[in-house]
């Protein structure tokens, strides 16, 4: 079973990438960009709500897999931050 499903390692990559060019770039986008997001050179490629919210979605799901992945390996003990009943850790 892979480690992080297709779908979601291209929007997490896609995300890092978008985030690399608002930082290091100015926003712009380059041949790096469009490789790293599949896109032709040249292409526009648009930020809206719904990408940014998805890639909330995609880290979110990353971040619970490491979590977990680390916690198997390692066989750690959890406590739940958030108990239905009881206090808040």
Known sequence: EP??????????????AVRNAVIYNGGDT???????????????FSVDTSNVLHWIDALAHLADTIDAEFVERFQLTTADLFPEDGPVH
């Open 30 to 44: 380059d041949a790096e960009f469009a490789l790293q997001v599949g896109l032709g050179e040249g292409q526009p």
């Open 3 to 16: 480690f992080l499903a297709d779908e979601l390692y291209v929007e997490v990559l896609t995300a890092v």
